[in-house]
């Protein structure tokens, strides 16, 4: 069945684009189908963070009913299909958010899981994405004014008739990890689906316009980024450094039974 995810969060710079880009790219890693929309159509960052910035036709032309969704759906690293919005102001004044609903529709004939990188705030295209998902994953940091954002986010998914899956508490420091995760689900009354770590690789991947699970698959970020994206569709977890480690056992009893062999 197909899963419609929004990220949203409430307050602004807590992460959003960086879980949709690398979770929907972990997702495609872990052979689903899987596309992202740009539904952040004012402050649009997806196509940035994977070299599509120059996209001739985005998300923008089609809710202004100037393009066909086919001409706005770009290959990505994975295998990923990503559905930019494009950066001019003039476009996102064009943009009608309610027709996102229709593309949303076309969409989900096709994949797995569709991802939709929702604006921060609660203007009209910021809800729209929140209503229309089948499930809604708040992105929060570790700090009270993001939590409060969050919480308003909640409550508003429910008013416009959407669901909360649960949150990811992105950019987590040293702190306390089990009480933190105990305080975020009781103030924010749902489920803590996942933690990502402060990872300096995080800002050094997106600056070569490449996901992180990508360009360092073993980096902290990527491996809670693994994590969630196994939760989501049951495929279990692989750690990057286990694989490795075993492969390297692995080998050496190959070459020893090799040597062993030879020796005969
Ligand atoms: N886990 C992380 N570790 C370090 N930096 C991060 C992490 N997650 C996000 N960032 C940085 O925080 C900033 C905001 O992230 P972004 O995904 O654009 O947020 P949003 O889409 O919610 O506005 C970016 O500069 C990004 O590189
Ligand atoms: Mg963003």
Request: glycine share 10%.
């Amino acid at each position: 069945m197909v899963k419609v995810y929004t990220i949203a969060s409430g307050k602004g710079g807590t992460g959003k684009t960086t879980v949709s880009v690398n979770l929907g790219t972990m997702l495609a890693q872990l052979g689903k189908e899987t596309f992202l929309m740009d539904a952040d159509i004012g402050m649009a960052n997806v196509g940035l963070l994977l070299g599509l910035q120059d996209a001739p036709v985005t998300l923008h032309e089609i809710l202004a009913g100037k393009g066909k969704i086919n001409d706005a759906i770009y290959e990505c690293p994975a295998g990923l299909k990503v559905i930019p919005a494009g950066i001019s102001l003039q476009g996102f004044q064009q943009a009608d958010p309610e027709k996102l609903r229709d593309v949303m529709n076309e969409i989900v004939k096709r994949c797995d899981f569709l991802l939709i990188d929702a604006p921060a705030g609660i203007s009209k295209d910021g809800i729209v994405p929140l209503a229309v998902a089948d499930e809604v994953i708040l992105v929060v940091n570790p700090e009270l004014s993001s939590i409060v954002d969050a919480l308003k986010t909640r409550i508003l998914t429910e008013l416009v008739g959407g669901h909360v899956l649960g949150s990811i508490i992105n950019r987590v420091g040293q702190d306390k990890t089990d009480v933190m995760i105990k305080k975020m689900e009781k103030v924010l009354g749902v489920k803590v689906i996942g933690i990502i770590p402060e990872d300096p690789n995080v800002r050094r991947a997106a600056s070569s316009r490449t996901p992180i699970v990508i360009k360092f698959p073993t980096s902290p970020a990527s491996k809670a980024i693994r994590r969630i994206a196994s939760d989501l569709t049951g495929v279990a977890y692989k750690d990057e450094g286990d694989v490795q480690k075993k492969e390297g056992f692995i080998e050496r009893f190959t070459k020893a039974l090799f040597v062993k062999k030879s020796e005969i």
